[in-house]
Every structure is written in C-alpha cells, then in structure tokens.
C-alpha cells in the first residue's frame, strides 16, 4: 500500500468515550502532521511532529493527545470530547519541515461527537 | 485580516466552460504556491505548484501568479463534470521551519 492511509474513515463516539485516530504513511517521509477541516473554514494545523518529534502544537485542547512512534504511523487520542469537535481529522506527510513542497494527506476520518 | 483569502463560493458552471479560481494573500513572504483538489470524501490532492510570478500549465489547467499584486489564480479550461470538487490553495513561507497556509477552498460543480 502506497501514500497515506487513515484508519477508521468513520468515527462515532460519545462525549465521555476514549478512541484513537490512526495514520500511516508509506512515502519515506520524516514530518507528520493532524488537521481538522470543518466545512466553511480553512485546514487548521493541529500538531507538528519532525524525526518523532513534536514541534508544533497550535493550541489544541489536551482532550486531543497525539502520538508518533515512528516517522511512519501517526496516532491522536481522543478524551471527553465536545460535540464542536466533531469535523474531518486530516493526516498528512512531508519530506521534512524544511521542504518547500506540499504535502500528501490521506483521506481523513470523519469525526462524529454525539 | 486573514492570511490567505479565498472565495468559498460554491461556484456551478456548464460543462465545457472556463473557471477561474482565485486567492489573494496579505504577506509579501509567501514564496511558493500551489493548488489542491479535495473530491468528496477524500484527502486534498496536490494539482498545481509553482513558485515564481508568471503562468504554468499542466493540461486543461493553469496556474497564475501575481507576487507583485499578491494574487494567485487556477484556471480550468474545458471544464469536464469530473473537475467537480472542492479546490483549495495554499501557500508555503520559510521561517525557520516551513509554514503552509491555506485558503477555505472553493466549491466546484461542472453540470452536464
């Protein structure tokens, strides 16, 4: 398998359920990235991880908690989440954080909070 | 003001006509520039890049840049019902580590 994939593709959970988003990428990559996407707003950049390391958490609340094992899989832990959080979680992938390049998401889960 | 400004539309044409998508963006440091298409249910997919003032082609698709009025566009010539998706630029500035910005993305559909 080639790219990147995101596991599940579909997430329904409660305000008081844990889960946990999977990404996976496939393209050698060493920078990992979560975004959220809610419809009539831009892509917001969530966390930053470079080699393993988290280099960017843009203010996102503790109820999301990422994790990066390796420069190949991507996981964000999710705890008491609001109902507000629920939107597209977008992976993506790059060479590195110096690349001047794009990068290349998967194909997002969609998060439901009931 | 935001960073990258980018009509949300949505925007419905006939088959077979000419789109123009446009961005503008307020920080003269941005120096590269690319488009993504998102399809429904899908990841955005990188469709265009360029990184100087000036005009790039790839098929049915252009990609202008404007650096001195701070514009860039995407034009899709013979638009197919196929090119129906969500088309979002973005913009990348080198400070320290790279930052990639993105417009709200526009709304495409090609009616048959």
């Known amino acids: 398998e080639t790219g990147v994939t995101q596991t599940p593709r579909h997430l329904v959970m409660g305000m008081t359920n844990k889960k946990s988003l999977k990404c996976e990428q496939h393209?050698?990559?060493?920078?990992m990235y979560w975004y959220k996407q809610s419809a009539k707003k831009p892509l917001e950049l969530m966390f930053v991880?470079?080699?393993?390391?988290?280099?960017e958490n843009n203010s996102v609340p503790s109820r999301f908690s990422p994790e990066c094992p390796n420069s190949s899989h991507l996981f964000l832990h999710l705890h008491t989440l609001q109902p507000e959080d629920s939107a597209l979680y977008l992976c993506?992938?790059?060479?590195?954080?110096?690349?001047?390049?794009?990068?290349?998401f998967g194909s997002g889960t969609r998060l439901t909070v009931v | 003001q935001k960073e990258v400004e980018q009509d949300p539309g949505p925007l419905s044409v006939p088959e077979g006509a000419i789109v123009s998508l446009n961005c503008t963006y307020s920080?003269?440091?941005?120096?590269?520039f690319m488009w993504y298409r998102q399809y429904s249910r899908k990841g955005p997919e990188l469709l265009m890049y360029?990184?100087?003032?000036g005009n790039k082609e790839d098929g049915r698709f252009t990609a202008q840049v404007d650096k001195s009025s701070k514009y860039i566009s995407l034009f899709i010539r013979d638009s197919q019902p196929s090119d129906s998706a969500t088309y979002l630029c973005?913009?990348?500035?080198?400070?320290?580590?790279?930052?990639?910005?993105f417009g709200q993305g526009t709304r495409l559909t090609i009616n048959p």
């Open positions: 993506a992938s790059s060479q590195d954080r110096l690349t001047n390049y794009g990068y290349t």
């Open positions: 920080n003269s440091a941005f120096q590269y």
């Open positions: 991880y470079n080699f393993k390391e988290q280099t």
């Open positions: 973005a913009m990348i500035i080198i400070q320290g580590a790279q930052k990639l910005v």
């Open positions: 360029t990184y100087s003032s």
């Open positions: 393209l050698g990559h060493n920078a």
